[in-house]
T-cell receptor, first 112, second 114 residues
Framework: SQQGEEDPQALSIQEGENATMNCSYKTSINNLQWYRQNSGRGLVHLILIRSNEREKHSGRLRVTLDTSKKSSSLLITASRAADTASYFC????????????FGQGTRLTINP | DTGVSQNPRHKITKRGQNVTFRCDPISEHNRLYWYRQTLGQGPEFLTYFQNEAQLEKSRLLSDRFSAERPKGSFSTLEIQRTEQGDSAMYLC????????????FGDGTRLSIL
């Protein structure tokens, strides 16, 4: 079963706008990771944020983490057509094999 | 860094046949994971290897599934007597030593059961 939920399940915006995706999870975590998946391809790692971090930036990406609410958000600024993909958050639990538990993903479409 | 390689990319087979997938991880990565992803869902964990030892298996991994990593390098995932419900994308990921590192995924094997 999935760890948590992502919201929204689908998002369609115009090129140049910002896109925000949210993720909630259920257990205590070591870190939370965001991945991108283009249709029919594997997952590409975007950002990893540790449980003791609150915000992290990478280029046009900004990730926040609120461990008290067990939630995270991914912001993509100045979106481009090439950002069209599915985005998944994944949590790495404190104990165990560092296996990732994924949400159901957000399908992002950037309209030119 | 040549990335994680999976073969074949696509496999179409009849119900009841056996199939085997291969994963070649990043060479210095000692940890290897298999996940299954069905349409519209996120990947779900199947099994985990540290070097050649299989240390964890999901309840999703029925007795028709077997995975190996004989020399701690490449891994194979075999499904015996395939069923319609086995149709999915099978993803492999590898992870280097240390904590708080991202997993690196291959492009997966898409399995279709006729």
């Amino acid at each position: 079963s999935q760890q948590g939920e992502e919201d929204p399940q689908a998002l369609s915006i115009q090129e140049g706008e910002n896109a925000t995706m949210n993720c909630s999870y259920k257990t205590s975590i070591n870190n939370l990771q965001w991945y991108r998946q283009n249709s029919g391809r594997g997952l590409v790692h975007l950002i990893l944020i540790r449980s003791n971090e609150r915000e992290k930036h990478s280029g046009r990406l900004r990730v926040t983490l609120d461990t008290s609410k067990k939630s995270s958000s991914l912001l993509i600024t100045a979106s481009r057509a090439a950002d069209t993909a599915s985005y998944f958050c994944a949590t790495d639990a404190i104990q165990g094999a560092q296996k990732l538990v994924f949400g159901q993903g957000t399908r992002l479409t950037i309209n030119p | 860094d040549t990335g994680v390689s999976q073969n074949p990319r696509h496999k179409i087979t009849k119900r009841g046949q056996n199939v085997t997938f291969r994963c070649d991880p990043i060479s210095e990565h000692n940890r290897l994971y298999w996940y299954r992803q069905t349409l519209g869902q996120g990947p779900e964990f199947l099994t985990y290897f540290q070097n050649e030892a299989q240390l964890e298996k999901s309840r999703l991994l029925s007795d028709r599934f077997s995975a190996e990593r004989p020399k701690g390098s490449f891994s194979t995932l075999e499904i015996q007597r395939t069923e319609q419900g086995d149709s999915a994308m099978y993803l492999c990921a590898s992870l280097g030593p240390g904590s708080n590192q991202p997993q690196h995924f291959g492009d997966g094997t898409r399995l279709s059961i006729l």
